[in-house]
């Protein structure tokens, strides 16, 4: 069993910052890529941005330049640094781990969210 449990949503004005953390534990052999999701109400999840093991990283278009994600390997934790935030970044913020429980077991697990709500 994988858990994973985000931190750091909350309330921010336009222009502001938030830092998202997200640790995964239990049976853990290998993460290879850690994620954020969000989803407002309304529309569809999507993928904010995701880094695999070896730090190549990818994000929305919309959040480049804005976002940054990283993660430390030996805590098995993730983070989004979210600057220059817009109302359009409201939303519930899932993070997703994928990887290996063992070697013949993958997994792939997901927080419960953590809410981001930017006002203007």
């Known amino acids: 069993q994988v858990q994973v449990v985000e931190s750091g949503g909350g309330l921010v004005q336009a222009g502001g910052s938030l830092r998202l953390s997200c640790a995964a534990s239990?049976?853990?052999?290998?993460?290879?890529?850690m994620g954020w999701y969000r989803q407002a109400p309304g529309k569809q999840r999507e993928l904010v941005a995701d880094?695999?093991?070896?730090?190549?990283?990818n994000y929305l278009d919309s959040v480049k330049g804005r976002f940054t994600i990283s993660r430390d390997n030996a805590k098995n934790t993730v983070y989004l640094q979210m600057n220059s935030l817009k109302p359009e970044d409201t939303a519930v913020y899932y993070c997703?781990?994928?990887?290996?429980?063992?070697?013949?077991?993958?997994?792939?697990?997901w927080g419960q969210g953590t809410q981001v709500t930017v006002s203007s």
């Open positions: 997703n781990a994928r990887g290996a429980r063992s070697y013949n077991l993958n997994f792939n697990a």
């Open positions: 239990g049976t853990i052999f290998s993460i290879n890529v």
């Open positions: 880094i695999t093991s070896g730090g190549r990283a």
